[in-house]
């Protein structure tokens, strides 16, 4: 039941409990008792709003992997949380330590940004020429990958 209550919440966090208990065939405090535990246990963090970049002028994505040079890595970690061109930034294991996600409105406005990270090291670009999957909750779908503790 978690798991129908989750798919539900994530193809429309905008539901009402309402609407939600009738899809998932429960009562309606039923399905609010279910949520708040949900909630409760961290397995639901929030609800986000998904903006497309290109209509706030922000055609261009790029994925920057980072390799920092010695002692630099905090200050890659300052200049990104201070980027608002950067919407995700990851940590990663291998020669490069970030896998940064870069928006910008043309190349040249990215290469700005860009040339700000290579003050702190080496970088290595990939340009998103388009995103056949876009993002999605991973184990919600009909793959068969199951998530512990959910009914």
Known sequence: MDRA?????????RLSTAELSRRVQVSVPTARERVRRLHEQQVIRG???DVDP??????VAAFVRVRPGPSQLPKIIELVQSLPQVSECHRIT???CFLIKVHARDIT??????DRFLRYGQTTTSIVQS?????R?????????GTPGLG
């Open 5 to 13: 209550i989750l798919a539900e919440l994530d193809a429309d966090p």
């Open 137 to 145: 909750t991973p184990g919600l779908g009909t793959s068969g990958l």
């Open 94 to 96: 291998g020669e490069d």
């Open 131 to 135: 995103t056949p999957v876009p993002p």
């Open 54 to 59: 290109a209509a706030l002028g922000l055609p």
């Open 109 to 114: 406005a990215f290469e700005e940004v860009l």
């Open 47 to 49: 609800y986000r709003l």
